[in-house]
């Protein structure tokens, strides 16, 4: 049988990630991406821009046999650090497993070198500065423009869309909605995000804890950071858009000086750039893109972002997309050359997963919100704390989606969320939850949920 001529558009993590498995698979494929080579070209403006990468993305990067090289190059982050306004910072351990703990990559650093895995391999070609304009549904013909010259057609077997949350493939599908019954839904958050830096201290020192994602949580708005190779933090201001405390009311030099140096003072005298970072870096919208079919036809296909852009509050985007990967190859694996089996059975098997994760994200935008000013959340978070540092078999909501790489992410949504409501009923009953020993907690979880603890 003749090989299938395969394109993948968008040669972001997702996309060079597949380019690289199909690839190893012997499959030959273009790669078309509409951004230079940024292994030559430095984007955006040079910024450090990092990511949590967790056990789900190792798993999909263990799969090209790349894991070890990538663990070299991250910063394990083995719990969050606690900035209150008031008082002293806590680092709270992300589990009560020594191995259970996430890692900060550079974006582009993952980038370019998941770009080397696929050069490595002769069966793909990969084309920068080449956008993918249009996508025709009925030929699979897709429409490419170079930067610097005319547009020009190719036709292929197959099309993967991998271009991310803006997605041309997935504006295919939303442009024959009605003939192929294409679902889609957008939503925005009135949060948005800036990111700013904290710079290495002499000698690439780090200047605040290293192996720690940092979180001051305040009242409505946030600011995080994580840790780069060298020395540096990325930090990102999660704020609304309007209203108090806000992006737009943040609007002279005054002002944010004055907000940032009321709101993170110990910070105040490490972030020198702050002012030149506000105006350099865009304040940019978060949201989340849900549709339905990501196939069409077993020729067409979206994956990452551009079938399910995500809001980054479980640090899982990145994860998931990766995910994508190793899931569309077990269906390769089970299918054989028969793509229209591999794409829809991999359209049934994920969407369930990307739904799911889409959720959690949402819902640990409000917890981290507004929950952990509650007191009745707090004391089912030192409860479930203690449970997990006693008993390394309980596994949380958290550390189900983000350590237990072979539960998918809907059955650790599912779990997670019975068991939030019965550690939840406890805490409200309790004045002080290290009173409360573990026996009686796992008891009361085998008595309401026997179909995780019986
Ligand atoms: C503030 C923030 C923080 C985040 N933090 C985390 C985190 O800690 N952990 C985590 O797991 N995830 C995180 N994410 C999510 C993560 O960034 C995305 O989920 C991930 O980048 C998706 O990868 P992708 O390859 O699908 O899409 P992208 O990374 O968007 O890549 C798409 C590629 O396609 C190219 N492209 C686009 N259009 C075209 C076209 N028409 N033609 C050709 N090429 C095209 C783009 O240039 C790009 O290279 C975060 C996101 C944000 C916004």
């Not at 190893?24 to 070209?41: C, M, T």
């Not at 504006?171 to 925005?188: E, G, L, P, W």
Request: hydrophobic fraction near 35%; aromatic fraction near 10%; glycine fraction near 6%.
């Amino acid at each position: 049988m003749p090989q299938k001529k395969i394109c993948i558009i968008g040669a972001g993590l997702c996309g060079s990630l597949l380019a690289t498995r199909l690839a190893q698979r012997g499959l030959n494929v273009d790669v078309y991406e509409k951004r230079p080579d940024l292994r030559r070209v430095e984007i955006d403006a040079g910024r450090s821009i990092n990511l949590a990468l967790s056990d789900r993305g190792f798993k999909a990067l263990r799969m090209i046999g790349a894991e070890e090289e990538v663990r070299k190059h991250v910063i394990p982050m083995y719990g969050r650090m606690i900035h209150p306004l008031e008082g002293e910072n806590s680092l709270y351990r992300y589990s009560g497993r020594e191995r259970d703990f996430i890692n900060s990559v550079s974006r582009p650093g993952l980038n370019a070198f998941l770009l080397n895995k696929a050069d490595d391999y002769e069966d793909v070609d990969l084309y920068f500065n080449t956008a993918c304009t249009q996508v025709n549904l009925d030929t699979g013909e897709v429409e490419l423009r170079k930067r610097g010259e005319g547009r020009v057609t190719k036709k292929y077997d197959i099309v993967i869309g991998t271009d991310g949350a803006g997605s041309v493939v997935r504006q295919a599908f939303s442009r024959a909605s009605n003939r192929i019954r294409f679902n889609f839904s957008q939503k925005f958050l009135d949060t948005g995000y800036k990111e700013l830096t904290i710079p290495p201290g002499t000698h690439a020192s780090f200047l605040i804890e290293k192996n720690a994602l940092h979180i001051w949580p305040r009242d409505g708005f946030m600011k995080i950071a994580l840790p780069n190779l060298d020395g540096s933090f990325t930090v990102t201001l999660f704020a609304p858009f309007d209203g108090e405390n806000s992006f737009s009311s943040l609007d002279s030099d005054e002002k944010v000086r004055s907000f940032f140096d009321r709101q993170f003072p110990d910070t105040k005298d490490i972030m020198p750039d702050l002012i030149r970072d506000w105006h350099e870096n865009p304040s940019s919208s978060l949201g989340t893109i849900k549709c339905w079919p990501w196939q069409y036809e077993g020729r067409f296909l979206i994956m990452g972002d551009a079938a399910h852009a995500i809001v980054p509050f479980y640090g899982q985007g990145m994860n998931c997309a990766l995910e994508d990967c190793y899931v569309f190859d077990q269906m390769i694996e089970e299918f054989g050359d028969d793509w229209n089996s591999i794409l829809k059975a991999y359209d049934d098997r994920r969407k369930p997963s990307a739904d799911a994760i889409a959720d959690l994200a949402e819902d640990n935008f409000y917890e981290m919100r507004d929950a952990t000013a509650d007191p009745v959340f707090n004391r089912k978070r030192r409860i479930e704390l203690r449970l997990e540092q006693e008993d390394p078999s309980y596994y949380s909501k958290y550390s189900l989606v983000t350590f237990k790489e072979d539960l998918p992410y809907e059955k650790a949504m599912k779990q997670g969320r019975a068991q939030n409501e019965v550690l939840m009923e406890l805490a409200r009953n309790v004045e002080n939850p290290d009173a409360l020993s573990t026996e009686v907690v796992k008891q009361k979880l085998r008595e309401a949920l026997p179909e995780y603890f019986g």
